[in-house]
């Protein structure tokens, strides 16, 4: 199941023999396997024959600033990137060993997460681009959310969309008249550190109860759009977001914005996968 040309790079990457690979799925964009090393150590890999050079690489960059914002979270150490001789790109990273949510689990993920968006920049944006699944994310500085969430986020997949012929012409219009009422719509906030794709497939709990979060689209941004992206696809447990808003209460009306912040990703999906995302934008975005 893993191309011989993988398990060679893999092999000299990580300087040791491989005694064992077995296929993990769940992934929406890569391929991915667990890796036994001949000394024991267990990896988990991901790879792609077709993404951008850099994506694997933005990952890691990705996952290294979460781990560096210091809170409990537990974020998968990178060991490696690289590609092989046929250009398939890899990420090999620490194996969390999925488990049960303790009873204090999701309390404890949602303090870890506001500890998290406690991390601010004085812009929005961040050190690079990287990437939102495998479509680039451009991550250029913005003072303000409002332009940041237009020009880096909104534009360039309304934009994609539209060329690609899943949203019509039209959809524009309704787009333009929403950019106009955002700053009135969104509270102003500092930038904070997101995650940036934080839905149920993106993390779990490991053995000890503790979340783990991956696959992350790193950047300072505001935390509602984070919020809102956790709700999008049924919503966390109900004790993640009281103890988030117990560390940082969100300003009321929240949910009355989480639509907004959510076209970012259902843009994205509507670009990736099609289906029905692209009438969950136009159904939103006529409202305003
Ligand atoms: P993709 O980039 O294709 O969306 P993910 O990074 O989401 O792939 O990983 C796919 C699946 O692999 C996840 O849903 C999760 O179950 C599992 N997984 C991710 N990271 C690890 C890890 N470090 N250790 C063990 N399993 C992992």
């Known amino acids: 199941m893993i191309p011989p040309s993988l398990k060679k790079a893999l092999q000299e990457s990580l300087n040791s023999d491989i005694k064992s690979i ?36 933005k990952e890691q960059k990705g996952l290294e600033a979460l781990t560096a914002a210091g809170t409990m979270l537990c974020i998968p150490e990178v060991y ?3 590609r092989t001789t046929e250009d398939t790109g890899f990420l090999v990273q620490e194996f969390i ?3 049960r949510p303790k009873k204090d689990s999701a309390r404890n993920f949602g303090r870890e997460l506001a500890r998290l968006h406690q991390n601010n920049a004085k812009q929005f944006g961040f050190v690079h ?3 939102i699944g495998r479509l680039p994310q451009s991550n250029q500085a913005h ?21 690609a012929g899943k949203l019509g012409s039209q959809t524009n219009h309704h787009f333009e ?34 979340a783990t979060v991956y696959d992350p689209a790193v950047y300072y941004g505001h935390r509602e759009i984070e919020l809102a992206f ?8 109900a004790n993640f977001y009281h103890s988030y808003e117990n560390i940082t209460p969100l300003e009321p009306g929240f949910s009355d ?21 692209a009438r969950q934008v136009r159904s939103i975005v006529k409202r305003f």
């Open 22 to 57: 077995t296929g993990v799925s769940g992934g929406s964009i890569n391929r991915a396997a667990r890796l036994e090393l001949a000394s024991g150590k267990l990896c988990f890999v991901k790879w792609n024959e077709t993404a951008d050079p850099d994506m694997f690489v």
């Open 80 to 82: 490696t990137t690289g």
């Open 97 to 99: 060993d999925e488990g």
């Open 129 to 131: 681009d990287n990437y």
């Open 143 to 163: 003072a303000n959310w409002t332009d940041f969430f237009i020009e880096e986020r909104l534009a360039p997949q309304l934009q994609m969309a539209v060329d």
């Open 177 to 210: 008249q929403l950019y106009e009422q955002l700053p009135d719509l969104l509270p102003k906030e500092p930038p904070a550190l997101l995650h940036g794709d934080l839905w149920g497939g993106n993390y779990f709990y490991d053995g000890s109860g503790q």
């Open 230 to 237: 956790t709700h999008l696809f049924g919503g966390f447990e």
């Open 257 to 277: 914005r989480k639509d907004i912040y959510n076209l970012y990703p259902l843009l994205v999906h509507a670009n990736l996968f099609g289906g029905s995302y």
